[in-house]
């Protein structure tokens, strides 16, 4: 099993922006999907943003289209997320996920069940 670890979580102003990281260890990641989740006090954990296993899709929840990227260097094992424009409502504890699937569906790539391995999370807090 794959281990994750999350960094880059901090405290922004509304419309900063932060990048978090999450390096991956034990096996390669590069026929792995990955993930990003978040949540929030109270919430559901909720999806974010996914990469297939080359880098070559990608797919986002509506509420960050637009403001948030996600990337991965294979080479060194390791899936980004760069979030611009930062609202108070993305606080949240943001995790990284792997799913040693490697087909990429836009349907399940969004369900916690499709993942194997999670990171235990980075917080981001957004002042407004």
């Known amino acids: 099993q794959v281990q994750l670890v999350e960094s880059g979580g901090g405290l922004v102003q509304a419309g900063g922006s932060l990048r978090l990281s999450c390096a991956a260890s034990?096996?390669?990641?590069?026929?792995?999907?990955m993930g990003w989740f978040r949540q929030a006090p109270g919430k559901e954990r909720e999806f974010v943003a996914a990469?297939?296993?080359?880098?070559?899709?990608?797919y986002y929840a509506d509420s960050v289209k637009g403001r948030f990227t996600i990337s991965r260097d294979n080479a060194k094992n390791t899936v980004y997320l760069q979030m611009n424009s930062l609202k108070p409502e993305d606080t949240a504890v943001y995790y990284c996920?792997?799913?040693?699937?490697?087909?990429?569906?836009?349907?399940?790539?969004?369900?916690?069940?499709?993942?194997?391995?999670w990171g235990r999370g980075t917080q981001v807090t957004v002042s407004s």
């Open positions: 034990g096996r390669t990641i590069s026929t792995y999907c």
């Open positions: 990469i297939s296993w080359s880098g070559a899709v990608t």
């Open positions: 996920a792997a799913s040693n699937t490697p087909v990429f569906s836009s349907v399940d790539v969004t369900t916690t069940l499709r993942y194997d391995s």
